[in-house]
């Protein structure tokens, strides 16, 4: 059934608790954190617009990494009041807190229109347990509750699930803000009912992550084509050597199931014709997380479906962009999830580089409707500066999984229903 949206609610006068999803990467610069993207801020000002415009008091509630229960200056969402109010071009008061009296002092000094931001919900550990009573805590400042935390509705947890209980069991109003709504328009009512062919492009590391979409997408798309690391699974299903590419050798029967499911569907499954192969080297320097840095030697493309012992396979060769663009180019729906290989490292970014061109010319040639599942291709995409070239990029990267997988969302579910 359809939720409530921001546009069928009065909020006027009203104490409107809005979950966000400005979960941004931050770097440290000169002891600040600063905001590297501001992607996921920009995409709640049309919610938060229409809501001052209708007269309400925006509570805003969110969180920002891992905190696991503690104060964490790193994980502060000062910084983002700072950018959000820039980007309104009107104040937006933060709270050091997210429960508790400087809550609710700073929300009984609002006047309508105004905008205030909670500082990180994850600082307490009630809330990604969703504990009852911490729900009713936040929810004290609640006269209705929004949600346009995409990226986290597929958490249940007290800010997105929770607060909705007890707002809807006080008779009080749980909306989709408008964000929220166009997620769902998009990764759900476009793909339900497509315009042919519909085609679904898939890459990402792993076979065990992508396996339920997979098998879910053959029941509706035309055509799959599979890259990034994955295909070198369905390589070693296929019965072919994958030298040092990684691979996941329980997932072999999976990968065999799925294509066995593509037939049996006629649907065109197509995987690599060729590759970019490498030899990985450790050095001796260490990455932020104290790994070794891998070098990739000799890097070149191959036809041959083996790979050497020593290499591994990385990108999509040239073959492969040729016949996956030509696909690309017949397509009236398109969905793109997962980056074709190993993309951070310029040598291999090109086959997702190139795929990104492909989708992106689909959109503005054909009037294909192009959509991006979120995460590593959005970053692809942005980094190509194509961003603004495709039909909708999701800000959800688990969120958008789970949904492409069918599940029933929990920040979604707790919604009120429209009536009809
Ligand atoms: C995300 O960035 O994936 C969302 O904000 C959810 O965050 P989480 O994965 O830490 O729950
Ligand atoms: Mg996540």
Redesign the pocket.
């Known amino acids: 059934m359809a939720k409530l949206t921001v546009r069928d609610l009065d909020v006027r006068g009203k104490r409107v608790f809005l979950r966000v999803d400005y ?1 941004v990467p931050l770097e440290e610069k000169d002891g600040q954190m600063v905001i590297t993207d501001d992607t996921r801020i920009v995409a709640t000002l049309p919610t938060l617009k229409l809501l001052i415009e209708k007269g309400g008091k925006l509570i805003l509630t969110a969180h920002l990494g891992r905190p696991k229960g503690k104060r964490d200056v790193t994980m502060s969402l000062k910084p983002v009041a700072a950018r959000l109010s820039a980007l309104l071009g009107k104040p937006v008061t933060f709270v050091d807190d997210c429960i508790g009296d400087k809550v609710e002092k700073a929300v009984a000094a609002m006047k309508d229109g105004d905008v205030v931001l909670l500082e990180n919900v994850r600082y307490y550990n009630e809330e990604e347990e969703n504990d009852p009573a911490f729900a009713e805590k936040l929810a004290k400042v609640a006269d209705v509750y929004v949600n346009d935390a995409f ?1 986290a509705a597929h958490r249940a947890h007290a800010s997105t699930e929770g607060v909705a209980r007890v707002v809807a069991k006080r008779g009080g109003k749980c909306a989709a803000g408008l964000l929220m709504e166009r997620e769902l328009k998009f990764l759900g009512d476009e793909l339900d009912r497509p315009a042919r062919p519909f085609v679904v492009i898939l890459g990402g590391a792993k076979v065990s992550d992508k396996i339920k979409v997979i098998d879910r997408l053959l029941e509706k798309a035309d055509v799959l084509l599979i890259g990034g690391a994955m295909a070198y699974t369905f390589r070693l299903a296929q019965g072919y050597k994958t030298g040092k590419s990684l691979v996941e050798p329980d997932k072999t029967d999976t990968a065999r199931a799925a294509l066995e499911k593509a037939k049996a569907k006629k649907v065109k499954f197509l995987l690599p014709v060729d590759d970019v192969i490498a030899v990985p080297v450790k050095t001796d320097k260490l990455d932020k997380k104290g790994k070794p840095v891998i070098e990739y030697q000799n890097a070149r493309t191959s036809t041959d479906m083996n790979c050497p012992d020593d290499a591994a396979g990385l990108d999509i060769g040239i073959g492969t962009i040729k016949a996956y663009s030509a696909e690309i180019a017949k397509a009236k729906t398109i969905l793109w999830n997962g980056p074709m290989g190993l993309f951070e490292n310029k040598q291999f970014a090109i086959g997702t580089n190139a795929i990104a061109l492909a989708v992106a010319d689909a959109t503005r040639k054909n009037g294909a409707k192009s959509i991006i599942g979120g995460g590593d291709s959005v970053k692809a995409l942005n980094r190509a500066k194509l961003g603004d070239k495709v039909t909708f990029m999701s800000t959800g ?3 958008s999984l789970e949904f492409l997988e069918g599940a029933v969302l929990p920040g979604v579910a707790a919604l009120s229903d429209k009536s009809i």
Do not use: E, F
Request: charged share 0%; glycine share 60%.
């Open positions: 979960n990226g990267g688990g969120a």
